[in-house]
């Protein structure tokens, strides 16, 4: 697949526009680990991933994350030129979940495309949108939801994306995900494994009964 | 103040596009109280506030409130509308806090507004960006920050609001906007009370020592 076939109003485009766009787009592979963007200081880019998966998250000055949402394929990520819309005044941390190939999107460019195209500036309100629609939904499941169900809900996710039952994964990293102290995961893990839905080793957590865990959900 | 005044984009909209917004906004006055627009399925219309308070809040299944931001007078308010956008994936309610006047613009002529005009749509966008920035930083209030800070600055808001240091407020008013018990609510008031930064009677909150409540901001 091509670079056009990843943005879905190409067609729409005005030949310049494309060309534009073509040139002034740079592929980069990072590596697993690596923090492509740091806040409204750092004018990055629009991210447009091609293979990979990163992670958006806040830090509190205290140093606690907590993820808002995570990026695959063919997603685009806004926030990494967030730097060309004034009204956004939070910071946002973007990093990479696994080996990634992405295109960089300069952020004038962007700024031009959007000033020029009544049809890239609704794409792009498309896009913060449904950003805006996920942080909403982690807030409600925040405030409203138990913590067993949210920390059952993570580990399945995890599974999922890792295709596998045995997680690498410590309890700090588990509370950094969900805003929350490790003790608190510790606990809960604890609670699980008594409930024999977790083996627990050092560094893994082994889902034992998924179908336990998604009744969790459901309760 | 006329109609246009209200709107920061009027000067580069085109004649037809003025003529369109004038023939097709509402003007209303609706009462305190009166609930404008409930969840997605309700496609109300852009609000653009002529004089008055309303208040954006989510509502959980058990019916638990909690208040995401304010719209004043000038404010222009784009989830009553959020029909036209597909990506909008939560409810927002909107209700008015005082007696307000307001203009409803239909979202038909909104919808085709922002298809036509990248102007329109940028505009627009960074209203987006600044709730958008209002809802993580309520986040962030709610992840990290501890319920008296978050109380205090709840009631020296209110006063501010109010242009009172005697607030007309129940403790599940208070809860409801901090979205969480009325029993947590009250039993920090208690502690205010007891550190002298409150007076409490039946269904009035006094401040007793905003510079105290300011500085427990600063801890």
Same mark, same amino acid.
């Given at each position: ?35 492509l ?50 009204s956004?005044?939070f ?9 990634t ?6 952020s004038?460019?962007y ?12 794409f ?8 805006? =629609? !996920?942080? *909403?939904?982690?807030?409600e ?6 913590? #067993? ?5 993570? @580990? $399945? ?17 588990a509370?950094?995900?969900?805003g ?11 609670y699980?494994? =008594? !409930?024999? *839905? ?10 034992? #009964? ?5 009744? @969790? $959900?459901?309760?």
């Amino acid at each position: 697949m091509e670079f056009q076939d990843y943005i879905p109003i190409w067609e729409k485009l005005t030949p310049p526009q494309r060309q534009r766009l073509k040139d002034g787009a740079a592929r980069r592979t990072v590596q697993k680990g690596t923090v492509l963007h740091s806040g409204n200081a750092d004018c990055t880019g629009l991210f447009l991933i091609q293979q990979g998966r990163l992670r958006a998250y806040t830090l509190s000055e205290e140093g606690r994350e907590i993820t808002l949402y995570r990026l695959f394929d063919r997603d685009i990520c806004l926030f990494s030129a967030s730097c060309i819309m004034r009204s956004i005044q939070f910071d946002v941390m973007i990093q990479a979940e696994t080996d990634t190939q992405l295109w960089i999107i300069p952020s004038g460019l962007y700024k031009d495309l959007m000033e020029e195209s009544a049809l890239a500036a609704n794409f792009v309100n498309e896009i913060m949108a449904s950003r805006f =629609s !996920e942080v *909403m939904w982690l807030m409600e499941q925040i405030m409203w939801k138990s913590f #067993d169900k949210r920390l059952a809900k993570f @580990l $399945l996710e995890e599974s999922a994306l890792e295709g596998s039952a045995t997680l690498k994964l410590t309890h700090e990293t588990a509370a950094n995900h969900l805003g929350t102290a490790r003790e608190v995961v510790t606990r809960m893990l604890r609670y699980f494994k =008594s !409930e024999g *839905m977790v083996r627990l080793t050092r560094g893994t957590i082994e889902l034992t #009964d998924t179908e336990k865990l998604e009744a @969790l $959900l459901e309760a």
